[in-house]
């Protein structure tokens, strides 16, 4: 084993990329999939109870367009989620591979490095977008029942 400072920095940040790909493939994906699943189910099945519902929902049409739109907004935090997922996926490929001849080599290059922190800012600043997503998906179903509760 090296006792080379850079070598071991490189090793511990393999051993940490190891680990955040294995959380962000599992983890976040369960979470991602849960989520989306449920969202797509209360509002789908809101606006197919409103539909079934015959006297209720003659000349009604708001509680359907609530169900529906709370099932878009959940398919577009999918979208947004699958498209985080691939990109978060390939930036820590690559920080794998970089480090990983690090470790070999002992050289670091902070051109690569400062360019690594860049994309993993422009990666995450629209991490807020899929959970806003779930978010609207939510009160679009509460509205929904809001809705059908009052005859709108």
């Not at 084993?1 to 959380?23: G, H």
């Not at 999939?33 to 797509?40: D, E, G, I, K």
Request: proline content about 2%; aromatic content about 12%.
């Amino acid at each position: 084993m090296s006792d080379n400072p850079i070598i071991l920095r490189a090793r511990r940040a393999t051993e940490r990329i190891d680990k955040q790909a294995a959380f962000v493939s599992t983890e976040y994906g369960t979470i991602s999939r849960w989520l989306t699943a449920s969202l797509f189910a209360l509002n789908g099945g809101g606006a197919a109870a409103f539909l079934n519902a015959r006297e209720a929902a003659k000349g009604h049409i708001l509680p359907v367009i609530l169900f529906g739109a709370g099932v878009i907004f959940a398919m577009f935090g999918a979208m947004v989620v699958q498209e985080m997922y691939g990109r978060l996926a390939e930036l820590l490929r690559h920080q794998d591979a970089y480090w990983s001849r690090v470790a070999i080599t002992g050289r670091r290059l902070r051109w690569a490095e400062a360019k690594f922190r860049a994309s993993r800012r422009r990666r995450y600043r629209c991490a807020w977008l899929a959970p806003m997503l779930g978010w609207v998906s939510g009160a679009l179903f509460l509205s929904g029942l809001i809705a059908s509760a009052r005859g709108w």
